[in-house]
């Protein structure tokens, strides 16, 4: 079901902007691109979300190209603490018994090793 | 209260054994999941749950049984699993199921049959 590609692994110096692309070259028009990461042994964490417009919040920003084909997840000032895999997502629906619904399908993500 | 509860952290049990899982949550979602991740490997989904009704399950065999008895828990009971049934098993919740969702992942269950 995963219709996202990533790198498998990257290393970024503490300090500095850690940038995490992800392609999607299939995603339709009206699906959304989601990032999670998830940090050792715990539960994966939502961090942003976009359709085509560059969105921000106060953990990351992500830049989705014009053509909705690529994406790139941005931590701006990385921390020793943003070392974790980070999965980048396309919407999928599921058809069950209550109709369609919308659901989060993991690939499997690029591990962020952030040192010191 | 943004977060999802659940219990127990850890579990052990045996084959033959019966064992439940619990996760909570008291942000008011309507949307439930399960998801089972091994180690080193991402989640997988598992079931998904809205308005505690089955919406979803993704070919689950039957030793994994869930249940929503409210809007606020969802129970995953557990019946002669195998070994290779030991993982990690993820709750997650979100407000709904049919629009853009950022879900809310608890710590999970670490399970271990033996």
């Known amino acids: 079901d995963a219709k996202t590609t990533q790198p498998t692994s990257m290393d970024c110096a503490e300090g500095r902007a850690a940038n995490l692309p992800c392609n999607h070259s299939t995603i339709s028009g009206n699906e959304y691109v989601y990032w999670y990461r998830q940090i050792h042994s715990q539960g994966p964490q939502y961090i942003i979300h976009g359709l085509k417009n560059n969105e921000t919040n106060e953990m990351a920003s992500l830049i989705i190209t014009e053509d909705r084909k690529s994406s790139t997840l941005i931590l701006p000032h990385a921390t020793l603490r943003d070392t974790a895999v980070y999965y980048c997502i396309v919407r999928v629906v599921g058809w069950g018994t209550q109709g369609g619904s919308e659901k989060l399908v993991f690939g499997k993500g690029t591990k962020l090793t952030v040192n010191p | 209260d943004t977060e999802v509860t659940q219990t127990p952290k850890h579990l052990v049990m045996g084959m033959t054994n019966k064992k439940s899982l619990k996760c909570e949550q008291h942000?008011?979602?309507?949307?439930m999941y399960w998801y089972k991740q091994k180690a080193k490997k991402p989640p997988e989904l598992m079931f998904v749950?809205?308005?505690?009704?089955?919406?979803i399950n993704e070919s689950v065999p039957s030793r994994f049984s869930p249940e929503c008895p409210n809007s606020s828990l969802l129970n995953l009971h557990l019946h002669a699993l195998q070994p290779e049934d030991s993982a990690l098993y993820l709750c997650?919740?979100?407000?709904?199921?049919?629009?853009?969702?950022?879900?809310?992942f608890g710590q999970g269950t670490r399970l271990t049959v033996v």
């Open positions: 749950y809205s308005y505690e009704k089955l919406s």
């Open positions: 942000m008011g979602h309507r949307a």
């Open positions: 997650a919740s979100s407000q709904e199921t049919g629009f853009s969702i950022e879900a809310f």
